[in-house]
């Protein structure tokens, strides 16, 4: 014969899993494993994206119309936001008119967020109008049409030749604004080699 608490005996693991939604969730975050898994899950989240680029051609429309080509022989960044590092550039600016200024440096940075160009090393450019212009270091800021240098450029054109401590150009209105110590001559082809500026 069998005791009334052995027959009640049975009726303890159909209540747990009766009343399994009640405790299981508590339960099942009790049970979840800690250690090295979730740090490294964490990490992979907060890493910052990087590229190296080959052969970089950057094109940029503005009203219909190419406004800016960038081409680089090699590009890099380390973050999503952060400025492109390039070597060897070739920039093309072309105005509203259809007139184009070329720029070519050795190294430059590209600001996506600002739309700044800056080219260091060697830097050379040349307007339609048979403008020359050599620095080491000149700017171009893409919203307000302006290159600019804040170190000694040479500016040489059709029979004459600009030495000019700093430098301002609108590339839609062709406006120059030369600054600093200002070298002026007025002779045939005179052209200075960028290095001794």
Do not use: C
Not at 161 to 190: C, H, M, V, W
């Amino acid at each position: 014969m069998m005791s009334g608490s052995r027959n009640l005996l049975w009726l303890l693991p159909l209540i747990l899993l009766l009343a399994s939604p009640f405790w299981w969730p508590m339960t099942a975050g009790f049970l979840t494993p800690r250690g090295d898994d979730l740090p490294a899950a964490a990490e992979t989240t907060n890493q910052q994206s990087s590229f190296l680029i080959e052969q970089l051609d950057f094109l940029q429309h503005s009203e219909g119309r190419e406004e800016i080509r960038l081409k680089a022989a090699r590009a890099s960044t380390f973050a999503t936001d952060a400025p492109i590092i390039m070597e060897e550039i070739k920039t093309t600016i072309n105005d509203k008119t259809g007139k184009v200024f070329l720029l070519r440096g050795n190294k430059g940075v590209y600001d996506t967020k600002q739309q700044i160009l800056t080219l260091t090393d060697s830097v050379n450019g040349t307007t339609t109008e048979g403008y020359v212009l050599s620095a080491q270091y000149l700017r171009y800021l893409n919203q307000q049409n302006l290159l600019e240098s804040d170190q000694p450029v040479q500016l040489t054109g059709p029979n004459m030749k600009i030495l000019a401590g700093t430098l301002s150009f609108n590339t839609e209105t062709r406006a120059f604004s030369l600054g600093g110590r200002i070298k002026f001559s007025s002779q045939p082809d005179n052209r200075l080699p960028a290095n001794q500026i």
